[in-house]
């Protein structure tokens, strides 16, 4: 039966009826149902195919606070932005609308169909909307979810003075909406999303994706506790067994002894937080502008070397994840 699949979807791939690469996958992994190790090699081998490579992540800004230039900065120059989409589809999931969103621009090759999510107002996780030209075009369709904190933050930032033109007034189906702690969404893609509080300086909002049976974490700036202070919130449930945290790493811990109050957090604290939650791979995300690479890779190695049963990477702007 299994093999009968795979030879339907890979005969249907190589062009008799030239469906997409999407629909082979989502054929594929829909039979699967994850049984895998209890059969013969030669099955475990053809059903992981299909299931070894659900999702694609994309790094378009991985820089925390401000855009970076001059260098080497090759872990990341623009801030917050991360878009996730299953392997084929055109349909995308974005955390945060940093300057990293012209980079998702240049990606696409027309319209954009995706839903993004803010995960709160400061502007290295906002600056890139007003400039994200393809929502200007009518077959366009942008849902925009972000944090209710009262009025309408989106649209009196782009308004004038502070700028032109709303990207409310774009040609494409454009819409904003204000969501609660807690709150779920259903997204384009099929999949869905949770908003959790993240303790910041400001209102924030975490979000845990479920798409393609993967469970992706974004916490891009979080406080981490210090003196008396308990971690605030659900994170640890949230981040619960999740296959990817992509989590603040902003400081080390000579930056934290004079920026404790800041709102961020440490390499330290992201990989134990990582532990605890027993997440199956750490994204370090967020990097400090004044970080180059030379210095994130001292604090990757260190981080390893102290946490050796948790895989962590540091998010690099251009390099994608496959999960
Ligand atoms: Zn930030
Ligand atoms: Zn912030």
């Given amino acids: 039966m299994e093999l009968d699949i795979v030879v339907h979807s890979i005969s249907e791939k190589i062009g008799r009826h030239k469906p997409s690469l999407k629909w082979s996958f989502s054929f594929a992994h829909a039979k699967c149902d994850r049984s895998c190790t209890k059969n013969c090699k030669y099955r475990r081998f053809i059903r992981c195919i299909f299931c070894l490579v659900v999702l694609e992540i994309n790094f378009f800004g991985t820089r925390g606070s401000r855009h970076v230039s001059g260098g080497p900065f090759d872990y990341g120059r623009d801030t917050s932005c991360v878009g996730v989409r299953e392997v084929g589809s055109s349909i995308w999931t974005i955390f945060d609308l940093g300057s990293g969103l012209n980079n998702f621009a240049e990606k ?31 077959d366009s369709k942008v849902r925009i979810f972000a944090p209710n904190i009262g009025g309408d933050p989106l649209g009196q930032l782009f308004a004038p003075p502070f700028f032109p033109v709303s990207p409310f007034a774009f040609r494409g189906d454009i819409s904003k909406s ?46 981490e ?3 008396e202070m308990a971690l605030r919130g659900k994170v640890l449930e ?41 997440v199956k791979r750490l994204a370090l995300f967020h990097h400090d502008p004044s970080r180059n690479d030379d210095e994130i890779n001292r604090e990757l190695k260190h981080l390893k070397e102290n946490h050796p049963d948790l895989e962590i990477c540091a998010a690099h702007q251009g390099e994608d994840l496959f999960i």
Avoid at 109 to 136: E, I, K, R, T
Wanted: proline share 3%.
């Fill in 108 to 138: 696409l090759s027309g319209n954009v169909v995706a839903d993004f999510l803010l995960s709160h107002y400061h502007f290295d996780h906002l600056q890139g909307l007003p400039f994200f030209y393809p929502m200007d075009r009518s």
């Fill in 178 to 223: 204000y969501i609660e702690d807690g709150q779920e969404i259903e997204l384009l893609s099929g999949g869905s999303v949770e908003a959790f509080e993240v303790a910041h300086t400001d209102t924030e909002f975490g979000y845990r994706l479920t798409l393609g049976g993967r469970r992706i974490c974004y916490v891009p700036d979080h406080q």
């Fill in 225 to 227: 506790p210090y003196g």
């Fill in 238 to 278: 949230m981040i619960d067994g999740c296959d990817l945290l992509i989590h603040d790493a902003q400081y080390n811990a000579s930056d934290f002894a004079t920026k404790a109050h800041w709102g961020h957090s440490t390499y330290d604290f992201a990989a134990e937080l990582a532990e605890q939650g027993s």
